[in-house]
Structure formats: C-alpha cells, structure tokens
C-alpha cells in the first residue's frame, strides 16, 4: 500500500527521511542497550534541522499522509461549514494546504517554528490556494497563534509539549469559534508504556538515547475536559505512521 511509487498512499520518500534523522548504527545501539539509555533530555533537544530538508518534507506529507488526512477530516461534520483553520506544526504545510485545495472557500493559516519559514512559503506559492493559505511564524506555546479558527489541526505535532499541554490545551480552546473542533491526531501510549507495540518499537531509538517521545494515551482527552471542551472523541485507527489516536475536541 506504502512502497508502490506512483500510488497515492506512496510514502517511502517519508520512511527514507525519517532513516535520515534517525542517527544511530548497529555499534551505538548495541551499547545503548547494554548500558542502558543516556541522561533523559527534552525531546525539543533532538538535533533535527528540518529547515534543511524542506523539499523532502513536502514529499514526506504528500501520498498516504495527505489522503489519510483528507478521509479523517472529511467525517468531520463541522469542516463543510469551516472558513478558518489552523495547521499547528504545519512542517511543510501540505496538510493545510490540501484542505484549502479541497475546499474553495477556507482560509487557511500554517503555523510552525521560523527556520521553516522559507519552507511555508515556498509550499504556499506552489499551491493552487495561495490567495487563501498564509504563513504564520513562531513558537505556539509562547507567541501569539491568531483566533476565530473553526478547525485546528495538530498531526502529530504535540508529542514534544507534554510538559506544556495544559496551558497550551487553553491556548488552543481560546483560538477556536464557539462550536469549533480541534483535531489531533498522534500516539497513544499506554500506561505502562508497552503498547501500542509499532509505535512504542518506532520510538525505541530515541527512547534509548534518553527521549520520552511517546504521548500517553489520556493526556490529551483528560486535559481538553479541564479546557472546557465540552465533546472530546477518541477513536484509533492503522495509518500511515501505524496505530494512531485520533482526538476530536469540540468547543
């Protein structure tokens, strides 16, 4: 379904990119599971610069992904009416854009970090929707992420704010219309970290270097109830990147 070049759902460019940034061999991971993992650090201390692979991460959010994306949005009945809508942690911005190529009358806004700047708006000038998409630069746990969105999205983007999540879950309630949805979409690990076995397997190199990367199961649906959200759904499904907790907040 993945590895056919030319299939819609092809998403071997993503697999190579990721093997890219994985950054360990046979000897270091033989000594990391000897003596175990190293001194635990934040996950934004992953040594990734993914301003310098901005084309292939426009490859990467294409095939599977965008149309995984397109099918989970589409069974959401608020998105025929949405005219705003944000992608947090846009990355190249394919995911929004997408949405903006799929429906002529939504504005939409991609958010990510600055050194993916050049990154956003070469994507926005390649779109067929550039009069509607625009790119917005910053920090979204600090800086100002705009308001009167009716849809936010957030694939797997949050993993890195664990430690944030309540107040960033208010900063995403406050940005959204009454009656808007906030979309997640990521693992969802169990409590004793054993499952989902892909996804707790996928995390294991960085695990090992001292990485908790995983995102516990409840954490998102417990702390958009103490928002506010008065609807929180979650549903799990086999996508692209294995098994995937979908959440669906609604204001």
């Known amino acids: 379904k ?8 092809y998403m071997g460019d993503l697999m190579l990119g990721y ?15 000897i003596n175990g993992p190293e001194a635990a650090k934040e996950p934004q201390a992953a040594n990734i610069s993914f301003a310098d692979m901005s084309e292939k991460m426009r490859q ?47 504005s939409v806004v991609l958010f990510d970090t600055p050194q993916m700047g050049n990154a956003l708006k070469e994507s926005i000038r390649q779109s067929k929707s550039s009069d509607r998409v625009q790119a917005m630069i910053g920090d979204y746990i600090q800086s100002d992420i705009g308001s009167g969105y009716d849809i936010i999205i957030a694939f797997n983007t949050l993993n890195a704010s664990k430690t944030v999540m309540a107040p960033l879950m208010k900063k995403l309630y406050d940005a959204l219309n009454d009656g808007g ?71």
């Open 2 to 9: 993945y590895l056919a070049r030319g299939s819609s759902n």
């Open 19 to 33: 093997a890219t940034i994985a950054d360990y061999d046979e000897g270091t991971l033989m000594d990391l599971i």
């Open 60 to 106: 990467m959010q294409r095939g599977a992904r965008s149309s995984e994306f397109l099918e989970i949005l589409s069974e959401i009945p608020e998105f025929k009416s949405a005219k705003n809508l944000l992608d947090l942690g846009a990355g190249a911005g394919i995911l929004g854009i997408t949405a903006a190529e799929t429906k002529e009358d939504l």
């Open 181 to 251: 949805v906030l979309i997640t979409a990521g693992d969802g690990v169990n409590e004793d970290k054993t499952s989902p076995p892909d996804v707790m397997a996928s995390w294991l190199p960085y695990t090992l270097k001292g990485m908790d990367f995983g995102m516990p199961k409840q954490l998102i649906p417990d702390t958009a109830k103490k928002a506010g959200f008065s609807s929180v759904e979650t549903f799990t499904v086999q996508a692209y990147m294995g098994t995937t907790d979908i959440n669906v907040l609604r204001k």
